[in-house]
């Protein structure tokens, strides 16, 4: 059924040449042939499809979604607010009419407090207000549904940014510490899950500072929980006194205990920096290895480890690490080299990141970190950026440690 063409009035929804779809739900046909004919006459473009009871208007709303329905609160298998109800319960995003007698006004009042858009009153409807009662209709479901995404949209960027703040702590060190530390947290490309990297840096009262970086698999607020729990065990752990396999061991309990299923699993590298010397000891838990940047160079570190924790009970040894004078120790998430490298559908890998990082070697740290995340993701932009969270942590000792 179509009408003259005219500009979109206010509240018109443009459908892209397309007729908006009317579900009529009316189990009198005569009255069902009068709405039909005022919806001929309301000028509006729209498809109407007759349904005589509510079982049958279910099977059109399974078969065809409708852009409305119009809906009679008097049906033989239904009655009242039910019929809203079961639609509703069916798709809540339908804006719904409701079509009451002249003596059951209040019965349309009833059903816009329960969630239709808006009620019609038999016998008092002509054309206009029936094409206007319809497209606001459409209109305040949608804007309707927009709020309603937009609450939990905000819902979650805080619960996000609480999570993120768990992930990412402040450090906790004595003063003159002895080491400069540099981070560096950049979540995925827009609208992906958060991530579950972490990391922490403590210094302990014998003036050992310890660093660590985590990354629990997968993405979305139970791994990402995870890592807050893991996270905030190392710290404790470490401050109890446990070091080295003991740590690491207590880490694995406590991740075992806290994961939502079995196949989650997490990486851990952890490094105790002694006030003196230049020996460093480390324990690496299935984590990447780590860049040692400094004097012009960038190399590869990757001391031996053990698995992943989570995955199956192990060892995780200690290995001493030699940080000289005016060198860092770079640790990193797996979302710094998983992405792609700029070439094809290739991916950049723990080699094409290393020959990334010896490009930029005569940088210090902080704009070393900047220029690496930044080279990473200019790669990764063909492929709609990079897909998963990067965390850097850049340590080195101060000049008079």
Not at 17 to 42: C, H, K, Q, S
Not at 154 to 163: G, K
Not at 167 to 183: A, F
Not at 241 to 263: C, F, P, S, T
Request: glycine letters at 12%; hydrophobic letters at 40%.
């Amino acid at each position: 059924m179509s009408g003259p063409t005219e500009a979109p009035g206010p509240g018109r929804v443009p459908h892209g040449g397309d007729p908006l779809t009317l579900l009529l739900v009316e189990d009198d046909r005569a009255d069902a042939i009068i709405v039909e004919e005022l919806i001929a006459d309301a000028g509006v473009d729209m498809d109407v499809t007759w349904a005589p009871s509510m079982a049958d208007a279910e099977r059109e709303i399974s078969a065809a979604r409708p852009d409305c329905i119009l809906l009679d609160l008097h049906l033989h298998d239904t009655d009242g607010i039910d019929g809203l109800a079961r639609i509703g319960r069916q798709d809540p995003g339908i804006p719904v009419v409701v079509l009451t007698g002249l003596n059951d006004e209040h019965f349309g009042v009833s059903a816009v407090a329960s969630g239709a858009q808006d009620y019609l009153v038999k016998g008092r409807v002509d054309p206009e207000m029936l094409r206007r009662a319809v497209l606001y209709a459409i209109e305040r479901k949608r804007a309707e549904l927009t709020a309603v995404d937009l609450h939990a949209s905000e819902m979650r960027a805080r619960e996000n940014a609480r999570l993120e703040r768990g992930l990412l702590p402040s450090p906790l060190l004595l003063d003159e510490p002895g080491v400069n530390i540099v981070t560096q947290y950049r979540p995925s490309r827009e609208n992906a899950l958060l991530g579950g990297d972490f990391y922490d840096f403590v210094q302990t009262p014998d003036r050992t500072v310890h660093v660590m970086i985590g990354d629990v698999a997968g993405h979305g607020p139970d791994e990402a929980a995870l890592g807050v729990a893991l996270r905030i065990a190392w710290r404790t752990l470490t401050f109890a006194g446990l070091r080295g396999a003991d740590r690491m061991r207590q880490l694995e309990r406590i991740l075992r205990a806290e994961r939502a299923g079995k196949g989650i699993f997490a990486t851990v590298l952890s490094l105790a920096i002694p006030p003196e010397g230049t020996t460093i000891t480390a324990v690496r838990a299935g984590h990447p290895g780590m860049l040692m940047h400094g004097e012009g160079s960038v190399e590869w570190v990757e001391p031996p480890g053990g698995p992943a924790l989570g995955l199956r009970a192990g060892d995780w040894p200690p290995q001493q690490i030699d940080l000289r004078a005016g060198c860092g120790l770079v640790l990193l998430t797996d979302g710094l080299f998983e992405g792609h490298s700029g070439r094809g559908n290739e991916r950049l890998g723990e080699a094409g990141l290393l020959e990334i990082a010896r490009s930029l070697a005569a940088l210090p740290g902080p704009e070393f970190v900047d220029a690496l995340i930044d080279a990473v993701e200019s790669r990764a932009q063909a492929h709609g950026g990079i897909a998963d969270d990067i965390a850097v942590v850049r340590v080195e000792r101060t000049v008079n440690a």
